[in-house]
């Protein structure tokens, strides 16, 4: 039997638990048996430049049994990782049997698309190729990782597009086509090191996780299934106390609500997920006493915790995702609202902000509402599902407001003609601040809750098990989630 160039021996024998792996098609050779030997294509084009099958990631960690997974990785020492006619036929192969049982598949996608030298299946137009296809009937149905290392264009890059995640590593270089493409169609001469680089694929959404080096993305990789492997028995719970401190007394400071991630995760346990883009909410997967859950965070450090048109396609993408594979949702939310103005209507935020209304309200999944500060407007209801009465459970910190819009705007419109009865200075300013107090003290955590618009105040200290409460009154639901596909954006 052949034994692979690449597999085992360089780092993508790390994903593979040892002795698990097993080839499917490591015999092929590209098809040119017309005009090159045999003993060519064997040596310097083994399993045609493709190496798929199937093995155990994070058996240790979930058992065998929810361990098993589909690779199919692109080998860049044969042929620039090109897509040749046998190594499709092979991706159909292992597409079809990770369908059939269900299985996660990672896919290494370094390589430079099509390859026209495939002259033994003769073809005029080439676009009756099925792999497509096939490969997109995964989403939805099992996890689809993409790592890329390297350059990755055209059919290549085609396919990790459909993945559910994306991670690169700084050596990337992501497109729909490479310099030969690009100067062909009269657009120019260009590097491939021009060509979508990691750091504007990871600013722009388009890869979700970074790192630094083909290895840490195999880790990452790993971390990621997990997520998707079911309950883990061991965990270790942080400091719970330490929730108490996260937002800041003064109401008008910024955080970090990281640190409340953090703070409601097993320890260790949190991947962030599109750091790069969207920063208006973080998205994070991460467990909660061995339950996987995916998380969304208001980040006030941005557009004080406004949700503009990235930030709403990221959470929108992002409970797709976890719908799909069935983790519930837990959503933090300190938000005025949705941004607004001209320049921000320029950018079709009505469309984009609405995605979140829409993929909420088809979720299957529970999702659980906590305030931690603000809680206004459309914005605030679209982080809890549609409405502070959609989501499984709706509690708050008590550092938690609520109303229409927030304080300081709602005072400005709605008692300007009181304040400008009275003179520019420290008396309106007294007025305003007067006012504000007035506001707060109507729509502070306690005073809604006891309105039973919330289900309750909680100690910052209980979310854990509060969360955890949440998660199991809806497990069964969370077991029966599919969804027809995870959105590419």
């Known amino acids: 039997m052949r034994v692979p160039t690449r597999w085992p ?27 090159r030997s ?37 080998d860049a020492t044969v042929m620039a990782g ?19 049982d269900e299985l996660p598949l990672v896919l290494f996608a370094e390589g430079g698309g099509g390859r026209p030298g ?25 996890p689809v990782v ?25 050596s990337a270089n992501i497109g729909m086509a490479g310099p030969a493409m690009i100067e062909g169609g009269g657009l120019g001469v260009f590097r491939p090191e021009d060509v979508g680089p990691a750091s504007v694929q990871y600013a722009n959404g388009v890869v979700d996780v970074l ?25 270790s719970a942080p400091d719970p106390l330490q929730l108490r401190h996260v937002v800041p007394e003064n109401r008008l400071r910024v955080y970090d609500t990281r640190k409340a991630i953090e703070g409601i995760a097993d320890v260790g346990s949190v991947l962030m997920l599109r750091s790069g883009f969207g920063v208006g909410i973080h998205t994070a997967l991460a467990r909660v006493e061995g339950q996987p859950v995916g998380i969304m965070a208001s980040n006030p450090n941005h557009l004080g ?45 009505v469309r984009h902000v609405s995605r979140m209304f829409l993929g909420a309200a088809k979720l299957r999944v529970a999702l659980l509402a906590i305030t931690l500060r603000k809680g206004y407007g459309l914005g605030a209801m679209a982080m809890a599902g549609g409405g502070f009465r959609s989501a499984n459970l709706t509690v708050s910190w008590p550092t938690g407001e609520f109303g229409p819009m927030g304080l300081e705007g709602a005072i400005r419109l709605g008692f300007k003609k009181e304040l400008e009865a009275v003179a520019e200075g420290p008396e309106r300013k007294a007025l305003f601040e007067k006012l504000v107090a007035q506001s707060y003290e109507r729509g502070n955590a306690i005073s809604t809750a006891a309105f039973a618009e919330i289900d309750a105040v909680i100690d910052p200290a209980e979310t854990r098990k509060w969360i955890v409460q949440g998660i199991a009154s809806a497990d069964l639901r969370g077991q029966r989630a599919r969804r027809p596909f995870v959105d590419a954006w």
């Open 9 to 35: 021996g360089d780092v993508r024998a790390d994903l593979v638990d040892p002795d698990t792996f097993v080839e499917y098609g490591a015999l092929a050779v590209a098809a040119q048996a017309s005009r």
């Open 38 to 74: 045999r003993e060519d294509l064997v040596a310097n084009t083994p399993a045609d430049g493709l190496i798929t099958g199937i093995g155990n990631i994070n058996a240790a960690l979930v058992g065998a049994e929810r361990a098993r997974s589909a690779v199919m990785a692109y």
């Open 82 to 100: 090109t897509q040749g006619k046998r190594n499709h036929i092979k991706t159909d192969r292992i597409v079809e049997v990770a369908l059939r």
């Open 118 to 142: 495939d002259v033994d299946f003769p073809s005029i137009s080439g676009l009756f190729q099925p792999s497509f296809a096939a490969f997109a009937e995964l989403s939805g149905e099992v």
């Open 146 to 170: 993409g790592i890329v290392s390297g350059r990755c264009f055209a059919g290549n890059a085609a396919f990790l597009g459909c993945c559910d995640v994306i991670i690169a590593d700084r």
């Open 211 to 235: 790192v630094e080096n083909e290895a840490q993305a195999v880790r990452v990789a790993k971390h990621y299934l997990s997520m998707f492997q079911g309950r883990v028995e061991q965990w």
């Open 305 to 349: 915790g406004a949700i503009d048109a990235d930030a709403a396609d990221k959470a929108a993408r992002f409970m797709q995702l976890c719908d799909a594979h069935g983790l519930p949702i837990v959503s933090m939310i300190d938000t005025p609202g949705f941004m607004v103005g001209p320049d921000v209507e320029a950018q079709a935020q």
